[in-house]
T-cell receptor
Framework: AQKITQTQPGMFVQEKEAVTLDCTYD???????LFWYKQPSSGEMIFLIY??????QNATEGRYSLNFQKARKSANLVISASQLGDSAMYFC?????????????FGTGTSLTVIP | KAGVTQTPRYLIKTRGQQVTLSCSPI?????VSWYQQTPGQGLQFLFE???????NKGNFPGRFSGRQFSNSRSEMNVSTLELGDSALYLC????????????????FGEGSWLTVV
């Protein structure tokens, strides 16, 4: 089974609008971390936001927020007030922190295009 | 604080040659991991080193190898290059200590774009 699933290969959003990028995960480890990364065309993977499995509140970082629904095993990224510079690939990732290992698992990514 | 530095950024090699890529992690980070990214296969984990020891290894042939030095800098080597090795190779570093964002997040370099002709 896939550890991380991103079902939206491509998304379009109007500038200044909000957009939600979907991510579901699969793990039996009670302790894990969830991450979102942005990859512009230049190639660098930029860390955006982190959510720990025991965190009670949804993580927020500026215009980024993570909608964490533990029971549904989903960790959707919400970008508010989209900007042209937000056009990039976005990857959801997970690390199982418990005894099962330290490897990072990445989804297949979502290509976001912001339309002026 | 300097980020993860990868060299070279771009390189072109011929089939059958070998290549060595270098990665300097963020100061204080003892874990370095490597990923291969291609349009067809996405982001694939190669291996991870912590304090000079390989802790995890992905499903790649033995032509792909790596090492980590005492200063945490890491190199990866690909021998007998094939056309399919053309990819973006990403290095990431982490504290890998305890729980929470600071201990678990991996930070990437800009990557090395390898083209095999």
């Amino acid at each position: 089974a896939q550890k991380i699933t991103q079902t939206q290969p491509g998304m379009f959003v109007q500038e200044k609008e909000a957009v939600t990028l979907d991510c579901t995960y699969d793990t039996s480890d009670p302790s894990y971390g969830l991450f979102w990364y942005k990859q512009p065309s230049s190639g660098e993977m930029i860390f955006l936001i982190y959510q720990g499995s025991y965190d009670q509140q949804n993580a927020t970082e500026g215009r980024y927020s993570l909608n964490f629904q533990k029971a549904r095993k989903s960790a959707n990224l919400v970008i508010s007030a989209s900007q042209l510079g937000d056009s990039a690939m976005y990857f959801c990732a997970m690390r199982e922190i418990g005894l099962t290992g330290n490897q990072f698992y990445f989804g297949t990514g979502t290509s976001l295009t912001v339309i002026p | 604080k300097a980020g993860v530095t990868q060299t070279p950024r771009y390189l072109i090699k011929t089939r059958g040659q070998q290549v060595t890529l270098s990665c300097s992690p963020i100061s204080g980070h003892r874990s370095v991991s490597w990923y291969q990214q291609t349009p067809g296969q996405g982001l694939q984990f190669l291996f991870e080193y912590f304090s000079e020891t390989q802790r995890n290894k992905g499903n790649f042939p033995g032509r792909f190898s790596g090492r980590q030095f005492s200063n945490s800098r890491s190199e990866m080597n690909v021998s007998t290059l094939e056309l399919g090795d053309s990819a973006l190779y990403l290095c990431a570093s982490s504290l890998w200590a305890g729980t929470g964002q600071s201990g678990n997040t991996i930070y990437f370099g800009e990557g090395s774009w390898l083209t095999v002709v």
